[in-house]
């Protein structure tokens, strides 16, 4: 019997349409066709502070994601600026996500607003890859008042630069064994992995668009940008991606900073706002029902110096009590008592589950006294959520932070 050809996949990328922004004009009609940017205030705290999003319209004056918001300020002093609610996107982006696992169970979060969909077992079901695009699309409109941008093709790679290219509300498809064409006139900025530095390499070479990487001798690639650089980014170009979608890769990272309103020499406040940041981190970790193994320590000095520290844990952690003495030692590993802080933050990644529940599996011999303690911690800490949650997170606050500055957390 004749060896059946492989099924080819189909993935789509979806891509909420400035998601954050998009979800405010929802709430407020007042604010469509004004530039609306989501960040902090920046005729507040000296302008400090990022963009997190911005409507199109505000896109049209240079504001963009990560741009400093006393930048986004001198660009386009008319935007409405919001700060980002984000309890509220996430409420969102859970009944969005709802809408993709109703069509498949192979999903891959990459944000609240994004994520790459397996839906090659699905065609028999719901339709070949554009149609099931379409619904999506369809449903995220009908149900939410918001847009998708979706791509649509054989691998990751190629279906998330296809969505990036008719938005907002677009959706393109790139047909199995076109993949090499349809990428060719791309800028190589489009080139996963190519940041600044490897474009400007690329330009020396006189490549400036995909096409003319894909036709590149791939050794020639390797010998100036180095072996896995250059062969990943020849493969790319070629439009071969064999990476899978993973429904269990998750988001990276959880965690919180915060900049300063004027830089701070102050090592006390400083802490104490680390400890809030942490408090804040432990919290999120338990409304999602995972906990973190390595604690990541970010500190920025005056001059946008920024210099970071992580450590792993024995076990996944996702209490204060395990997170912040982790935090304040990398804090304090990495201080320079001479310089003003401008910015910390702290997070957590390598998520597992819970400590406490971990070990609830693996104690049957009642012996592990300090497992106990981690239980105990857990559980107040888990009394403690639900207080604030009923009460808000005035109702409870430790001591230590009864004196402290806004957080931001």
Request: glycine share 8%; aromatic share 6%; with cysteine.
């Amino acid at each position: 019997m004749p060896r059946s050809e492989p099924q080819r996949r189909t993935v789509l990328h979806v891509d909420m349409d400035a998601f954050y922004a998009a979800v405010e004009i929802r709430e407020d009609p007042s604010l469509r066709g004004k530039p609306v940017v989501i960040g902090s205030d920046p005729q507040k705290g000296s302008g400090r502070g990022v963009v997190s999003t911005a409507n199109y319209e505000a896109r049209r004056y240079g504001v963009h994601s990560a741009l400093p918001i006393s930048q986004a300020w001198r660009r386009c002093p008319q935007a409405v600026y919001i700060r980002p609610r984000i309890r509220l996107y996430a409420e969102i982006s859970a009944r969005i996500f709802n809408i993709f696992r109703s069509f498949t169970d192979q999903v891959e979060t990459l944000s609240l607003d994004e994520a790459f969909l397996d839906v090659t077992a699905s065609r028999r079901l719901f339709g070949t890859g554009p149609e099931i695009a379409a619904r999506i699309k369809r449903r995220i409109t009908e149900e939410e008042r918001l847009t998708a941008s979706v791509g649509v093709a054989v691998s990751k790679y190629v279906a998330k630069v296809a969505s990036d290219l008719e938005k907002p509300d677009g959706l393109v498809v790139v047909p199995a064994g076109s993949e090499r064409e349809f990428l060719a006139p791309l800028e190589v900025s489009r080139l996963w992995g190519a940041g600044p530095k490897v474009q400007a390499r690329l330009a020396q070479l006189r490549l400036r668009t995909i096409g003319e990487v894909a036709r590149q001798d791939p050794l020639a690639l390797e010998q100036s940008l180095g072996p896995k650089l250059g062969r990943r980014l020849h493969d790319l170009a070629n439009g071969r991606d064999a990476r899978r979608v993973n429904p269990g890769a998750g988001r990276k990272s959880h965690g919180k900073e915060i900049t300063f309103p004027q830089d701070v020499a102050d090592r006390d406040r400083v802490e104490r706002t680390l400890l809030g940041l942490c408090e804040g981190v432990a919290r999120g970790l338990r409304r999602h029902g995972i906990a973190g193994r390595t604690v990541h320590l970010k500190l920025r000095w005056d001059g946008f110096e920024t210099h970071t520290r992580q450590r792993t844990l024995d076990r996944p952690a996702d209490t204060t009590e395990a997170i912040w003495p982790v935090a304040r030692a990398l804090f304090r590993e990495a201080d320079d008592p001479r310089r003003q802080v401008r910015l910390i933050g702290v997070s957590l990644s390598g998520f597992g589950v819970p400590t406490a529940e971990q070990l609830a599996l693996l104690d049957v011999d009642n012996t592990p006294a300090p497992a106990d303690a981690e239980r105990i911690e857990r559980q107040l800490a888990e009394t403690v959520d639900t207080l604030t949650e009923r009460f808000g997170r005035d109702a409870l606050k430790r001591a230590a932070l009864l004196d402290s500055h806004p957080r931001g957390s």
